[in-house]
């Protein structure tokens, strides 16, 4: 190996609030202009719905076939709920799989340090999770009133 010819690019750990040249997951998918910035930040956004989304799903999954507390499991076999066959263990797997995948794809655009792209995550997560746990309220209020 041939140590001479080694160039190393430093990546500088500050917070940046460009719009052009911004890296959006790999080295060709970078901003040229305001719009394709614009873009970046919506498929942030829209990344991180999709990871409270699988999210949200995986619990109500877990919570389903998986009761928390050992004398549920009488009520819910009453209730007609049974354990998960193959196929619902197979789609919790993959839903877990989607949701790992996401969060380090999230991960990476945090590392962006780019004020926008950190910002707009931030804000998507935080939308995403008052709106699931009010849908999770509705949710919990529906099934106690049949």
């Known amino acids: ?64 076939y998986y009761p928390t507390k050992p004398e549920k499991t009488k009520c819910c076999k009453e209730k007609g709920k049974t354990k998960p066959n193959a196929f619902q263990k197979s789609l919790m797997v993959a839903v877990n799989l989607v949701k790992q995948i996401l969060g380090y794809t999230l991960m990476l655009l945090i590392m962006t340090f780019n004020f926008g792209v950190i910002l707009s995550l931030i804000l998507s997560r935080v939308i995403a999770n008052f709106g699931f746990g009010v849908l999770g309220d509705i949710l919990k209020i529906r099934a106690k009133h049949g």
């Open 1 to 64: 190996v041939d140590y001479d010819n080694i160039h190393i690019a430093g990546m500088a750990m500050t917070l940046k609030a460009k719009t052009q040249g911004v890296r959006f997951l790999f080295n060709t998918w970078k901003s040229t202009d305001t719009l394709t910035y614009v873009w970046i930040i919506l498929g942030t956004i829209l990344l991180s719905l999709l990871y409270e989304t699988s999210s949200f799903y995986l619990a109500r999954l877990e919570k389903q």
